[in-house]
């Protein structure tokens, strides 16, 4: 296979910067995006002049508070980076086919087959950058490199507003020095188990065989394998449809009631299937997601014999999901509805169709 090009983008504090960019008054301010400080709120995001006092995404916005009293805390306004984000997305379709979306502020893109810039992937990316600028007003960072693992850790390293290369020929000793909990895709309940193992870095990593990562972590030990030697096969997956849809909802205070469970997720499921409606796609997925009060987070989810586009007869399904939890004994922080294996709507089937589990 032929050396791919691949170049990572990532919005620098997305939403922040969206919030300075349409409030002057908070340019150079520490401004934080999340939940109410006196309520039991995250934050979502900081600028860079808060991230200096130690905030960060997903801390509790009260401690937020207390590191940076004088921060300008602001509430999310969703429709304002939705429309940011589908700028960007149109601008990366300018450059390749081949894209994959992460996030709102993140892509992926193959740029292997694009012709511009005599085929420099930095010059291709300062363009990308440069064009992001011009649309929004807003700075991006970019990592480019080989491969998709790679790409994605080079966006980090000059953020916010710079890029990053990281050559083929210095893909692994990149690897080598990077601790287990840097890896993408790397949670913390594999990270325990790899520091179980002895296995703080890359360059630990890389002493495992194949024979020993597979029989520790099944398939994925072949990925960590091939991490491990700078290698990730994982291919730009370009996708005109959205693989899930889903919201949630974090309460105030923890429910015990079940009744009053299924109704929440019943609203969840209602705004769900309304937006797929908007896109004109179907669902043949129903999951819901659980946070314990102990923030123990669970999913269940039910495969349905044909997708479904509205919420008409899916009570009782999200009822029989309910019960294979424990909401009886435990209570619940947060609540959600996602959808999944997403598909255009036939117009020539039949709206309605009955559900299996
Ligand atoms: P990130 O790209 O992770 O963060 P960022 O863009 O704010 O900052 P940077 O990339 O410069 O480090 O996430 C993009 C947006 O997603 C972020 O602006 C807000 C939202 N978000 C959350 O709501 N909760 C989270 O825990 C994280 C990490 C992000
Ligand atoms: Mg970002």
Redesign the pocket.
């Known amino acids: 296979m032929p050396q791919r090009k691949i170049i990572h983008i990532?919005?620098?504090?997305?939403?922040?910067a969206v919030e300075q960019r349409d409030h002057p008054q908070y340019r150079g301010q520490p401004v934080v995006v999340g939940g109410a400080p006196n309520s039991r709120g995250v934050v979502?995001?900081a600028s860079y002049e808060a991230r200096a006092f130690g905030i960060h995404?997903?801390m509790p916005t009260a401690h937020a508070k207390r590191l940076c009293p004088d921060a300008i805390f602001i509430r999310p306004r969703f429709r304002e980076y939705q429309q940011v984000s589908t700028q960007i997305h149109s601008i990366f379709n300018d450059y390749s086919d081949k894209v994959e979306s992460l996030?709102?502020?993140?892509a992926y893109l193959d740029v292997s087959d694009c012709p511009m810039f005599e085929h420099s992937a930095t010059r291709i990316a300062i363009d990308i950058r440069q064009s992001i600028i011009t649309a929004t007003g807003l700075s991006a960072s970019a990592g480019i490199s080989y491969n998709k693992f790679l790409a994605k850790l080079a966006s980090d390293i000059n953020?916010?507003n710079g890029q990053y290369v990281i050559l083929p020929e210095h893909g692994e000793e990149f690897v080598a020095k990077l601790p287990i909990g840097g890896f993408h895709g790397i949670g913390k309940a594999t990270e325990i188990k790899m520091h179980d193992l002895g296995v703080r870095t890359g360059a630990d990593l890389k002493r495992l065989t194949l024979a020993e990562l597979t029989e520790k972590f099944g398939k994925q030990g072949r990925y960590y394998y091939h991490l491990a030697r700078g290698v990730d096969h994982r291919e730009v997956q370009s996708e005109r449809i959205r693989k899930s849809l889903g919201a949630e909802t974090t309460f105030a205070t923890d429910l015990r009631d079940r009744d009053r469970m299924l109704t929440e997720l019943e609203k969840l499921a209602d705004g769900v299937f309304a937006s797929l409606r908007q896109k004109d796609l179907s669902a043949q997925t129903v999951a819901i997601k659980i946070k314990y009060s102990d923030f123990q987070t669970i999913t269940r989810s039910l495969q349905l014999s044909r997708p479904i586009n509205d919420t008409q007869h899916l009570g009782p399904w999200l009822h029989q999901l309910l019960k294979r939890t424990d909401v009886e004994m435990r209570a619940v922080r947060l609540l959600g509805v996602s959808a999944s294996r997403l598909q255009p709507i036939n117009t020539n089937s039949p709206r309605q169709v009955e559900l299996d589990l």
């Open positions: 990532d919005m620098d504090a997305f939403f922040a979502a995001t995404s997903a996030s709102l502020d993140e953020k916010p």
